[in-house]
C-alpha cells in the first residue's frame, strides 16, 4: 500500500520535511507526494534521490505529482 502525503499550498521546509519523516521508516515501497509549487517539487526530488528513491513526477491540473519507488 503506498503511503500518502499531501503537501499542497505548504512553502518548503515543510514538503521536504514531511517526505523525509515518511522516508526515514520506510526500506521501499511507493509513497506519493503531492506539492503544489515547483520549489517543493525540485527540492522533495533532490531529497528522495539523495536516498536511493526514483521519482516519477506528472502533473495533476494545477498540482504536481511525485511518485517515489524503492
Known amino acids: 500500500m503506498a503511503k ?3 503537501a499542497r ?4 521546509p515543510e514538503p521536504i520535511l514531511l517526505t523525509k519523516k515518511v522516508l526515514d521508516t520506510m526500506s521501499g515501497g511507493t509513497v506519493n ?3 503544489s509549487n515547483m520549489a ?3 527540492n ?3 531529497l528522495a534521490e539523495n536516498k536511493g528513491w526514483r ?3 506528472s502533473q495533476q491540473g494545477e ?3 511525485l511518485v517515489l519507488t524503492k
Request: charged share 30%.
Open 4 to 6: 500518502e502525503i499531501d
Open 9 to 12: 499550498g505548504l512553502l518548503c
Open 63 to 65: 498540482d504536481i505529482l
Open 55 to 57: 521519482v516519477d513526477i
Open 33 to 35: 507526494v503531492l506539492v
Open 44 to 46: 522533495v526530488t533532490r
Open 40 to 42: 517543493a517539487r525540485e
